[in-house]
């Protein structure tokens, strides 16, 4: 199975801060990853697929890039409604895995 | 719109079996493969399993954990996807969500969810 894992589990920033997080696969997944974005109590949001394409309708303050094992996701401008935990997950091959989280606090 | 419907959540016993539906709308239903993923409380995301379309033979894939106790299945006439679970655990214990996969060019990714139903299995 291929393992993700997310850095940090958890950060606290401020209105304004440029926020990045790392999805690392243990093993090459090209560029077949996704990141979501999950609120408390609600089902998740894709965001970016395909590494870096911006699914529709997301806010263009959202960028994915990467490949191979080494992805990042990056808030340009965090927002109070940003606060949510964020995962990335690969489809690369089965089974399908989701990294571990990152919550976002303000 | 799209939209995704489940039910049939509740509390079971360890051991017992649970019948989830998922009522699909707003979207050609027949042509997606279709997902469960599932939640522990608390925990992060989890992928259960897929049936691919009829294109595909209806295959299906299973996470090991749910393999041999869980079976996807759907009806196209009716939109609707399912997932049968026998033999539960205290650790199958989770939100369950339906999600569709769209496929853009070679890449299959969840873009749309149900709002989830909690399992709960306890003696």
């Known amino acids: 199975d291929i393992q993700m894992t997310q850095s940090p589990s958890s950060l606290s920033a401020s209105v304004g801060d440029r926020v990045t997080i790392t999805c690392r696969a243990s093993?090459?997944?090209?560029?077949?990853l996704t990141w979501f974005q999950q609120k408390p109590g609600k089902a998740p949001k894709p965001l970016i697929y395909?590494?870096?394409n911006l699914q529709s309708g997301v806010p263009s303050k959202f960028s994915g890039s990467g490949s191979g094992t080494d992805f990042t996701l990056t808030i340009s401008s965090l927002q109070p409604e940003d606060v949510a935990t964020y995962y990335c997950?690969?489809?690369?091959?089965?089974?399908?895995?989701f990294g571990g989280g990152t919550k976002v606090e303000i | 719109e799209v939209q995704l419907v489940e039910s049939g959540g509740g509390l079971v016993q360890p051991g017992g079996s649970l019948r989830l539906s998922c009522a699909a709308s707003?979207?050609?239903?027949?042509?997606?493969?279709m997902d469960w993923v599932r939640q522990a409380p608390g925990k992060g995301l989890e992928w259960v399993g897929r049936?691919?379309?009829?294109?595909?033979?209806?295959?299906?894939v299973y996470a090991a954990s749910v393999n041999g106790r869980f079976t996807v299945s759907r009806d196209d006439s009716k939109n609707s996807l399912y997932l049968q679970m026998y033999s539960l655990k205290t650790e199958d214990t989770a939100v369950y969500y339906c999600?569709?996969?769209?496929?853009?060019?070679?890449?299959?990714?969840?873009?749309?969810w149900g709002q989830g139903t909690l399992v709960t299995v306890s003696s």
């Open positions: 707003g979207f050609t239903f027949s042509d997606h493969y």
């Open positions: 999600t569709r996969v769209l496929v853009a060019g070679p890449h299959y990714y969840f873009d749309s």
């Open positions: 395909g590494a870096s």
């Open positions: 093993q090459g997944i090209n560029n077949y």
């Open positions: 049936t691919r379309n009829k294109a595909n033979s209806y295959t299906t």
């Open positions: 997950q690969q489809y690369n091959s089965y089974p399908l895995t």
